[in-house]
Every structure is written in C-alpha cells, then in structure tokens.
C-alpha cells in the first residue's frame, strides 16, 4: 500500500507539507519529533489529507 499525504501545522493554518509514505502513523511520528529535515523547525504537525494507493505510479 502506498500513501500520498498532505499535513498542516498546527499554529500556521498556511503551512503545508505533500508528501509520500508506506505507514501514516510512523511517518507523523518522525515529523512531530523533529526528524524529517524540511518539517523539523516547524512542529507540531496533523494530518490533513490522506489517500492511498495500490500501485506506487498511481500514488
């Protein structure tokens, strides 16, 4: 399963972050700890979209 998601920062309604993963909740884990490089400074973060994927061209 292959996942595209976008998530928001929590106090700036206007920062958004589109990205792809294969766990959601591992990869919202890593971003509210500071240890994905372009969302570290900006956290905490929450899930906005989310869609999933049988095949990763799809995704």
């Not at 920062?9 to 792809?20: A, P």
């Not at 509210?32 to 869609?51: I, Q, R």
């Amino acid at each position: 399963m292959h996942i595209a998601y976008i998530i928001k920062q929590q106090e700036k309604s206007q920062s958004y972050v589109c990205d792809l993963c294969g766990n959601m909740k591992n990869q919202l884990t890593e971003h509210n700890a500071g240890k994905c490089k372009t969302t570290s400074e900006y956290h905490p973060w929450e899930v906005d979209v989310v869609a999933y994927f049988r095949y990763e061209k799809k995704s």
